[in-house]
């Protein structure tokens, strides 16, 4: 069975971090686009990040930059999100997706692509 699952999500401190992970099973994430997205209640689905399948190449949200960090790991076939500094504005269901049509990491966040989700992660940032 195909899928991807998260995990990671939780409730944070402002200021704290968090480390999302996405693993998948079914396929192996090598020749795939992975991206990180995001839905807060009330507003769109959001790309936060995304990386490529092969030169490493990242895009992040302007929202995120500096504070969050995208990595692969194709040998555990999973994908982590690195959150630092969160901030009550990080409040959201976080979501990982492939996409085989390996899409660059631009295009990937900005029109929310992919072939695969995961059922997604709460990530609530709280006092």
């Known amino acids: 069975q195909v899928q991807l699952v998260e995990s990671g999500g939780g409730l944070v401190q402002p200021g704290g971090s968090l480390r999302l992970s996405c693993v998948a099973s079914?396929?192996?994430?090598?020749?795939?686009?992975i991206g990180w997205f995001r839905q807060a209640p009330g507003k769109e689905r959001e790309g936060v990040s995304c990386?490529?399948?092969?030169?490493?190449?990242?895009a992040y949200a302007d929202s995120v930059k500096g504070r969050f960090t995208i990595s692969r790991d194709n040998a555990e076939n999973t994908v982590y999100l690195q959150m630092n500094s969160v901030k009550p504005e990080d409040t959201a269901v976080y979501y990982c997706?492939?996409?085989?049509?390996?899409?660059?990491?631009?295009?990937?966040?900005?029109?929310?692509?992919?072939?695969?989700w995961g059922q997604g992660t709460q990530v609530t940032v709280s006092a």
């Open positions: 997706a492939a996409d085989s049509s390996r899409p660059t990491v631009r295009s990937m966040c900005l029109n929310l692509l992919g072939d695969y």
């Open positions: 079914g396929f192996t994430l090598d020749y795939y686009t």
């Open positions: 990386i490529s399948y092969s030169d490493g190449d990242t």
